[in-house]
């Protein structure tokens, strides 16, 4: 009975992670509608898009899910981030999507991302979206693509990119408003190469006119369970 007892608890914990994980991310994605004056509506099509693109800020947005992981796939990644990349088409956003992105694959998109941001200048309005595995080491957040080969944890800043260097790049295109969303907080898939327990993504550093969002606080790690996202 107390083993059934300590498993229910364990899965109403959980739950509750993840409940509050959810909450977290639609509180961030509400700030940031409020933040830009953004009204979410259908997209524009024809001549509704080009007044919208005629008449408001220059508004780009890079959305990556990665699901398919071989050590450790995602069953929402790549949902949850064509669902976003179709709400911020909705918004007026120039959207690039990539899902279960290579490295290679993850640096043509930031680069793709980085130039358009870079042409809108001061008029541009940035949001960059994250779904997938992320570890954090000696401080520094990682986005691992799939195909990562990571041993140890010095094999991260090799294969994977580095979280703050995508912040940096937004911060100096002089972008009016930039946007952060990293659905990455799962237990780390590396965890018994590293040396190092930490759990979850670090903290960054939001420049000013920059809103960082995370699944869960800092530090922590998001229990996954799978279910269906809608």
Known sequence: LREKKKQRL???????KVAQAKKTISQAKEKAEEAA????????TGAENVALNTYAEKR???VIGNSAYKYAPLPNPKNDAELMAKTLKGLGFDVITVVNASQKSMKKSVRKFGKKLDAAGKEGVGLFFYAGHG?????????IPT???IETEGDVDIEAINAQSILSMMEFSGASLSFVIMDACRNNPFKRSFRSGTRGLAK??????????YATAPGLS???ISEPTR
Request: glycine share 4%.
């Open 37 to 44: 004056n953004w009204k979410v509506e259908e997209p524009k």
């Open 147 to 149: 195909d990562a080969q």
């Open 10 to 16: 364990a899965e109403a914990a959980k739950k509750r």
């Open 60 to 62: 780009v947005a890079l």
């Open 222 to 224: 998001l229990i996954h």
């Open 204 to 213: 960054m550093e939001a420049p000013t006119g920059s809103l960082v969002a």
């Open 135 to 143: 570890v954090q080491v000696r401080g520094a957040n990682y986005l």
